[in-house]
């Protein structure tokens, strides 16, 4: 095993869900943000970055907050606070940038078949992906066009507005996914929850209708007691399979 894989084995190993944090040990502000910059390179589905980021750091808004999670220890114990939003709203301005840097890229450089392909992918194919109404008229329309394309060709399905929340929830947890691992290679403890009431965080973040909260993760010096228990996952035989 290379050693960088054994460093990474070792961080995958100690992250735990932790419940419980102690509140009076220093806290290391910096590494919070190092894990957001990482957490920022995360992949995500085709570059959109239809994610934000919130730090609650200030005490009254961590314990308002922790209200709204039910009470959690994870919260109201917790150093500090980020807030995973999906911003599936934002779309046609990520969609621009995108294009924009794709224009740059080939700037003075003559447009074959490839840079056309790439500049239609952002020109063309995202906006007929992610436009939709919220009363769902054109997603009703994309759905059946699918259908009859099915008949003739591959294809694909994930074409609803439901499916557009998933694609945006699905990048922003991987963003989670890497802030965590971060942490606890910075040396701290994290807990990710969807336990909270999401319209009561949403209009506290003061967020528009296109916005969800896709996680709040809790984060600090992790107590032994703010661990519940030994690791537990199914046998490996039952959720892995070989083609
Ligand atoms: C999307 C998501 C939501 C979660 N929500 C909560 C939560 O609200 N409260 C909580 O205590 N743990 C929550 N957890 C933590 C899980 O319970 C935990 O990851 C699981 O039991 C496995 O334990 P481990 O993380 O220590 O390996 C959540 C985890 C994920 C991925």
């Given at each position: 095993m290379?050693?960088?894989?054994?460093?990474?084995?070792?961080?995958?190993n100690n992250?735990r869900?932790?419940?419980?944090?102690?509140?009076e040990?220093?806290?290391d502000?910096?590494?919070?943000?190092r894990?957001?910059?990482r957490?920022?390179?995360?992949?995500?589905?085709?570059?959109?970055?239809?994610w934000?980021?919130?730090?609650?750091?200030?005490?009254?808004?961590?314990a308002?907050?922790?209200k709204?999670?039910?009470?959690?220890?994870?919260?109201?114990?917790?150093?500090e606070?980020?807030i995973?939003?999906?911003?599936?709203?934002?779309?046609?301005?990520?969609?621009?940038?995108?294009?924009?840097q794709?224009q740059?890229?080939?700037?003075g450089?003559?447009i074959?078949?490839t840079?056309?392909?790439a500049?239609?992918?952002?020109?063309?194919?995202?906006?007929?992906?992610?436009?939709?109404?919220?009363?769902n008229?054109?997603?009703?329309?994309?759905?059946?066009?699918?259908?009859?394309?099915?008949?003739t060709?591959?294809?694909?399905?994930?074409?609803?507005?439901y499916d557009?929340r998933?694609?945006?929830?699905?990048?922003?947890?991987?963003?989670?996914q890497?802030?965590?691992l971060?942490m606890?290679?910075?040396?701290?403890?994290?807990?990710?929850?969807?336990?909270?009431?999401?319209?009561k965080?949403?209009?506290?973040?003061?967020?528009p209708?296109?916005?969800e909260i896709?996680?709040?993760?809790?984060?600090?010096?992790?107590?032994?007691?703010?661990?519940?228990?030994e690791?537990?996952r199914?046998?490996?035989n039952q959720?892995?399979f070989?083609?």
């Open positions: 290379q050693p960088n894989a054994q460093i990474f084995d070792e961080i995958v992250r869900s932790t419940r419980k944090f102690d509140t040990a220093p806290f502000t910096e590494a919070v943000s894990s957001i910059d957490a920022i390179l995360s992949p995500n589905s085709s570059n959109m970055q239809l934000e980021f919130y730090r609650v750091r200030d005490k009254e808004k961590i308002h907050l922790a709204l999670c039910f009470g959690q220890g994870a919260a109201s114990t917790a150093s606070l980020l995973i939003v999906t911003r599936l709203d934002k779309w046609k301005s990520r969609q621009q940038l995108n294009y924009a794709i740059k890229q080939f700037e450089k003559p074959g078949k840079e056309k392909r500049l239609d992918y952002y020109g063309k194919l995202m906006p007929l992906f992610y436009s939709h109404d919220r009363l008229f054109i997603n009703t329309f994309k759905k059946i066009f699918t259908w009859f394309r099915s008949l060709q591959l294809t694909y399905w994930q074409v609803s507005y557009l998933t694609i945006v929830h699905k990048s922003a947890a991987l963003a989670a890497t802030f965590m971060s606890t290679a910075e040396g701290y403890s994290t807990c990710p929850m969807e336990g909270f009431d999401s319209k965080v949403k209009s506290y973040l003061n967020l209708a296109g916005a896709n996680m709040i993760i809790g984060m600090g010096l992790g107590l032994k007691e703010g661990v519940y228990g690791r537990f199914i046998p490996r959720v892995v070989e083609l």
